[in-house]
């Protein structure tokens, strides 16, 4: 018995010391040694636990160091998490950097391209209105070289105008030299008209281009401001996720909160209980002391008389003594429960305090990250 308690008592001492240096580096902000301090108390707890038949008010201890290690555990892993996540951002930071100035280096380009062909279109229009001069200037030409210069304008301006009158002019033989003339006019306005042609089909060619290459930039901004919508959608994911995070560890505070709640309650039933049955053992020790006496009494007037023999005397006495043994032992019993649930109630007390801290700095980082 003197080994076993020696040994329980010891694993208590060292219980309470591992609960001290927990909550020492809580303060600290060391919360690794805090976790490791949690689970060394767990595990003395556990020890006396297997020596003791009442493990009440030891698995309330140990349930208080064990929800605390889980808590210390979930917080460790959160803080591991946040740093992942805030590498990724700036990695994410840096990718988005380098994509906006691609971005912006290609829409350069794209624009150069576009002033090159708005550059060339406009040279083409310049040598359209070139060639119309040219052939208005070839136009007054040959009007200028016939022996009657008012007649051959008006039959030129009359063959320009309108190409259908060509047959009905009458055929003289001045007339037919001035269909000669008009024929090597109206080669000279095939090939005027095909380059003319060919230029509105290079000014089409252009345009088709330009309206390929808008089509493109359009694409990739669609693409990139698809890329950028995903990356807002998860960074909302992410920060949605740790205010989800934040919310279940204040419910699972909250109800560690009732919980401790509920064990005061039945702490403060637990020392009525205690001090009724320190009432009951001052009573049955104040009888067991007039009974006593009263025995004493009897035995001196009986010994006196000779009445009975000193061997029953001797018995009731030893009776006496043994009933009083096992009064001191309930006594000693009921102490040692009474010093264990002050000790609950100190770590309760304790492990309260660590909470608000805890709750405190879970409102300054959900401020933080607001």
């Not at 201890?61 to 460790?76: C, D, F, G, P, V």
């Not at 006496?293 to 000779?306: G, N, T, V």
């Not at 006496?320 to 102490?335: A, G, T």
Request: net charge positive; hydrophobic share 25%.
């Amino acid at each position: 018995m003197t080994q076993s308690f020696i040994l329980n008592h010891s694993m208590l001492v060292e219980a309470d010391f591992y609960s001290e240096l927990a909550e020492k580096a809580e303060q600290s902000g060391d919360l690794v040694q805090a976790f490791k301090n949690h689970q060394n108390a767990c595990e003395s707890y556990q020890k006396v636990m297997q020596n003791v038949k009442d493990t009440q008010p030891l698995e309330i201890l140990y349930n208080i160091h064990y929800s605390r290690a889980q808590e210390l555990q979930k917080i460790l892993q959160s803080t591991s998490d946040n740093k992942i996540e805030s590498k990724n951002k700036s990695k994410n930071k840096s990718k988005n950097k380098s994509k906006k100035s691609e971005e912006n280096s290609k829409e350069q380009k794209i624009w150069n391209v576009k002033n090159s062909y708005i550059d060339k279109e406009k040279d083409l229009n310049h040598q359209i209105k070139i060639s119309k001069s040219n052939t208005l200037l070839k136009d007054t030409i040959h009007v200028g070289d016939n022996q009657n210069p008012k007649m051959n304008r008006n039959s030129k301006t009359k063959e320009v105008q309108f190409e259908d009158n060509i047959q009905t002019i009458p055929t003289n033989s001045s007339e037919i030299f001035e269909e000669i003339e008009l024929e090597s006019f109206s080669d000279e306005n095939k090939e005027e008209s095909n380059q003319e042609m060919n230029a509105e089909k290079k000014k089409r060619r252009m345009k088709i281009k330009i309206k390929n290459q808008n089509q493109n930039q359009n694409q990739n901004e669609n693409q990139n401001q698809n890329q950028n919508q995903n990356q807002n959608q998860n960074q909302n994911q992410n920060q949605n996720d740790l205010i989800q995070n934040l919310e279940n560890q204040i419910l699972h505070l909250k109800l560690q909160n009732k919980k401790l709640a509920k064990v005061e309650e039945e702490n403060i039933s637990m020392k009525k209980k205690i001090q009724l049955f320190r009432n009951q053992l001052s009573k049955s020790a104040k009888s067991f002391q007039k009974s006593f006496l009263m025995a004493s009494q009897i035995a001196k007037k009986e010994f006196e008389k000779d009445t009975i023999s000193k061997e029953e005397i001797l018995k009731q006495l030893q009776f006496e003594r043994e009933e009083r043994k096992k009064l001191e032992n309930m006594v000693e019993i009921y102490q040692q429960r009474w010093t264990q649930l002050e000790l609950s109630a100190r770590n309760r007390r304790k492990s309260q305090e660590k909470i608000s801290l805890i709750q405190k700095i879970d409102k300054e980082t959900q401020t933080e990250q607001f």
